[in-house]
């Protein structure tokens, strides 16, 4: 009697379980393992995935070219007023001391002193400015790029004061007075904003390489996303010794040097 | 007799279990063969041959739809506006001016004749002043 019972609860089992791997096996259709379409999901970007990162190679690049500096300058209607307590600047050489101030400075070699290095908004993954503004008018974007957002900006230059850099530029007159050929691929400032370097996030959404990085005539710039191993950039940052701007203050920048 | 009836329960049960493991991989393997959707665009191409929304809507709402666009596009990268009846169009003022544009006063007569002064234009460029 015992034994009958058992063998009927095993035969239910039995068939219980030959139910279950139908279902699993989309026999028998079941709607709790439906598939989910991914584009179906929201179409913003994944925060966190990409971290765009700039390699500037200081060895390729040419005493006084000012190429990179010229076409960014024009492509985003940075205005020049000649003098600089007005200076409104993205991109920009100075001498090597000057962009790594807390580098050994002793017993460099003469052409070390004598060089020139590019110097741009770094994008750091613990970027000061974006503390320190009061309206969140700068931010750190999805893709690791400190984004500006114009609108929000009460020009109180919180910001300026705390990157470590000078990467920030403030438009202490219209600035639209100043351009002398004005681009219709980006807006200009107003009067009261602050501005700096965007990694041409205008040209990464039409997937275009950053202004800089395309005209350089030496190839001296790589830019890439220091997130993905197999990256160019990550491939030459794997290959050369490299320097970052500043790295005691833990900003970690996302502009890379060879020296 | 009985021996024979319980046999062919065992061997018939054992045949559907095989048939079900076999299914379900060959589902497992049907799905994998298939290549992974790609990743959704972050853009559309600038399209202006139609209008958004009714001019009555946009009449009244044009400014609350350029906030919105402003804010998604700028803050969280979201470029695409799918409008109710389905087409995708870019987040940007150019999609507006690639046919409004055509007529340099469309903002202008409006706003003037309000008396609003709005302040697109210190930065973007307006229609009066593209070429």
Redesign the interface.
Known sequence: MMNEQRREFIRKAGFGVLAGLGVAAGIVPGYSLEKTVLPAWDEKPVAGKIRWGMLIDTRKCKEGCQQCVAVCHHEHNVPDFGNRKDEVKWIWKSPYEKVFPTATQQFKSKELSERSCLALCNHCAESPCTRACPTEATFKRWDGIVAMDYHRCIGCRFCMAACPYGSRSFNWQDPRTAIKEASTSYPTREQGVVEKCNFCSDRLVKGLQPACVETCPEHALTFGDLNDPKSDIRMLLETNTTMQRKPELGTKPSVFYII | MMKIKKQSVIFG?LI??LF??G??FL?QESHAGNP????????VAIDSTKCIAPTEYMRANHMRVLNEW?NSS???????HLAPNGSKFQKSLNTCLGCHGSNRLFCFNCHMYANVKP?CW????SPME??
């Open positions: 049960g559907l279990v079900a493991i299914a379900f589902h992974m959707p790609a990743p959704p665009l972050k853009t402003r700028v803050r969280e990268g979201n470029r695409i302040k210190n930065c973007h460029l593209t070429p």
